[in-house]
């Protein structure tokens, strides 16, 4: 049970059917009673709420349990539901800052946040035993303290690199929703992330889940939330005596909670029964059929789903609940069609990729390098590379795009994950971009005319902290097919280029302007022999056509005959020879 834990659900239908055929479900509200055994559930109703939390060892399965002190109930919600903005909080307590990129902002349930703040050394001190722990974890609370239990595992989750560590589930009971529109995309638009949380419902018999949703007309064909609505995430069990159905899909969740007509007893002992019963008639079920209940998901099954919960409970205005929840699945299927899926398109990355490839050996045995040839646009294959360019560009600034949306430490993750490929197409790419800059007219590349994604690509693996790094004897060894580390070469070569123009014509009393051109030509000298030195350009760069050997022309005949320095002493002895093969021993 705890190894398949471990694996990446890719559907809420895959969580909630390994909970309940597992005996997770049965189990974690177990603990959630064991926890709750001390309180009298008549008495201290009207004091202020605290939180508690107890740790249960289960094989190799930990599960955490947040409750709260009082139980928390309808009444003590109904007029708490306030939300407060991370904006708000972000001095004082910022701890779910890392949900936060591009300036996103979100909201969170006031008294959720609070009682997390309130506990947060002895929650510091939880995570780190936590995290020091090498079984499954499962994260569990009921009515508010399922609230604290959704905050404690996102924070769990940011500290998580989930390609390498087991990543908790967090099971919830009745808990009232806990943030709004911006903290619910925060979540669910990393999968991974959303998959860890299975929130469980007793539809018609608890009106906590439902609490905080605003009501809205149902004819309405207005499907976008105002700002500072509660929104659902995650994966929702909707629960009654008879069966259950699930959906993962927020706006589906939030039309099914407002349409069912929950009775409301007042009795809160009543309402925890029920989760009980359902529960063990779950259990009743699989031990019966030897499969799980879970119905087929509302979305792929719409019909069925609906019949499901109109049979089982009392819903209003059933016809236009079934309008509705029609109109979310052509939308949900709409906005999966557009989704960008890096994925998807991998193997049409790599023919291109091969394509460019083939391009550059063909330029290099022309004795003028892909750089040059590109830029000199001569040929009709030439003109077709553009295409493959434009293709690739496009590609891996949506990828960009698409990981910055992501939580902090998810975008580490896919740092890592694209990191060779989104490298190896900055460094074969970029140059070719750098050679339309320039063809072009334009001056001070990097500055000026450098795209973000490029930017952004080579941030990450400088922040990438366990790159491989390749060692310099391995890269002598493949000097002559490698790409330059540095993707920006090619623009400080141009730019090398127009100072020796400028040069070459000023005017010889202007003294302050010459000599500011000699240092900026010294200072590319000295870059130049750096890369060199750590085997970081390719070979290329000496091919008798290429940009940087005619720099070499024009930049000797501005230098005096004596000038002497490493880069000049490397290539008028022709050492780029042997730095081609690899047998040059450079210190």
Known sequence: MASKMNQLFCSGLEVANFVVSSGLLKLSWAKILDCYGGFNLNELQNLGLSIKWKAYQQANINILVFTTSPICTKSHLQYSKQLVSSTAFKESFPVFEFLCNNGNSFSIHKAAIALFADHFHELLQLKAECGRNSNSLIVTGHSLGGSVASLFTLWLLESLDISLAKRPLCLTFGSPLVGDKGFQQAISQHPPWNSCFLHVAATSKDSIPRLFIAPHDLNSMDLDSKSDDYKPFG????????????????????????????????????????????????????????????????????????????????????????????????????????????????????????????????????????????????????RDIIKHKKFLTKYWKEVVAQNERKPQKQLVYLRSRWLYAGTTYRRMVEPLDIADYYRDGGSNYVTNGRSDHYIKLEQWLEADEKQSRFRIDTKKQNVDVILTDDSCFWAHVEEARQWCKTLKTADVGMISERLCLRQKLMEFEVYVMEQIKKYAVSSEIFLKGSSFMQWWKEYEMLIEPFHNSPLTDFIRNCKFQQYASGCLALS
Do not use: H
Not at 328 to 345: R, S, T, V
């Open 235 to 382: 994966t929702f069990l909707l629960c009654c005596e008879d069966g259950c159905t699930w959906s993962d899909n927020p706006e589906a969740v939030s039309e099914l909670l407002m349409a069912v007509e929950t009775e409301d007893t007042g009795n809160e002992e009543w309402t925890i029964n029920v989760y009980s019963r359902i529960i063990e008639q779950l259990e009743s079920m699989i031990v019966r059929k030897g499969i799980s209940q879970v119905n087929e998901p509302i979305l792929n099954s719409l019909r069925a789903g609906t019949t499901l919960q109109i049979e089982a409970v009392r819903i209003r205005n059933e016809q236009l609940l079934i309008k509705k929840l029609e109109e979310l699945e052509e939308i949900c299927m709409f906005n999966k069609g557009k989704a960008f899926d890096p994925a998807k398109k991998l193997n049409v990355i790599k023919i291109k990729m091969a394509e460019l490839e083939w391009y550059k050996k063909v330029a290099k045995a022309n004795e003028t390098g892909y750089y040059d040839c590109y830029k000199k646009q001569l040929s009709r294959r030439d």
